[in-house]
Antibody
Framework: EVQLLESGGGLAQPGGSLRLSCAASGFTFSSYAMAWVRQAPGKGLEWVSAITDNGGGAYYADSVKGRFTISRDTPRNTLYQQMNGLRAEDTAIYYC??????????????WGQGTLVTVSS | AIQLTQSPSSLSASVGDRVTITCRASQGISSALAWYQQKPGKVPKFLIYDASTLESGVPSRFSGSGSGTDFTLTISNVQPEDFAIYYCQQFNRYLLYSFGQGTKLEIK
């Protein structure tokens, strides 16, 4: 059974930093690209970042480019997101998601339960 | 940037109805579109990918169609557990991923 378990959320001050983790199990972690998707309170889904299966490529939404860094530790089966320069608008539930490749496109096929990040003074 | 616009933003239906949700892309995306269902306080659930392929375990009353810029999600014979928010999502090699704003399906 595929499981994704996020941790690391919490309260941060504007301009502060947090590091999110996502522990993966139930599948061959090294064979899948992974991503972070967020959802602000009462709002829709927003893709944040993605990383290739081998970690060689990382991609970001314009809203977080230069502030967030996605990475992965294959031996530990863990995905990370380092978030610096946090802003109030980064307040959201952050979901870790597995990416499925099909017919030249990626889709978010499994999601973790999410971790809440609140940016406030 | 490719934008996805869903319509309607919300709709009401009765159990047993057939409902259709539309997702329009601002540029052609071939068939690189997925649909997700999210119930209140829950994690999004993957329903359909490649515009029309049903994910394993998803009831056959869900179906998807379309290509290029216009896509639809149809739920035939709506069941009580189907009342939720539905999102479309696209992938492209340049701007990667984006989601529609969501469509809330409510009980009439």
């Amino acid at each position: 059974e595929v499981q994704l378990l996020e941790s690391g959320g919490g309260l941060a001050q504007p301009g502060g930093s947090l590091r999110l983790s996502c522990a993966a199990s139930g599948f061959t972690f090294s064979s899948y690209a992974m991503a972070w998707v967020r959802q602000a309170p009462g709002k829709g889904l927003e893709w944040v970042s993605a990383i290739t299966d081998n970690g060689g490529g990382a991609y970001y939404a314009d809203s977080v480019k230069g502030r967030f860094t996605i990475s992965r530790d294959t031996p530990r089966n863990t995905l990370y997101q380092q978030m610096n320069g946090l802003r109030a608008e980064d307040t959201a539930i952050y979901y870790c998601a597995r990416l499925r490749w099909y017919a030249n496109a990626f889709y978010f096929d499994y999601w973790g339960q999410g971790t809440l990040v609140t940016v406030s003074s | 940037a490719i934008q996805l616009t869903q319509s309607p933003s919300s709709l009401s239906a009765s159990v047993g109805d057939r409902v259709t949700i539309t997702c329009r892309a601002s540029q052609g995306i071939s068939s690189a579109l997925a649909w997700y269902q999210q119930k209140p306080g829950k994690v999004p659930k993957f329903l359909i990918y490649d515009a029309s392929t049903l994910e394993s375990g998803v009831p056959s009353r869900f179906s998807g169609s379309g290509s290029g810029t216009d896509f639809t999600l149809t739920i035939s014979n709506v069941q009580p557990e189907d009342f939720a928010i539905y999102y479309c999502q696209q992938f492209n090699r340049y701007l990667l991923y984006s989601f529609g704003q969501g469509t809330k399906l409510e009980i009439k």
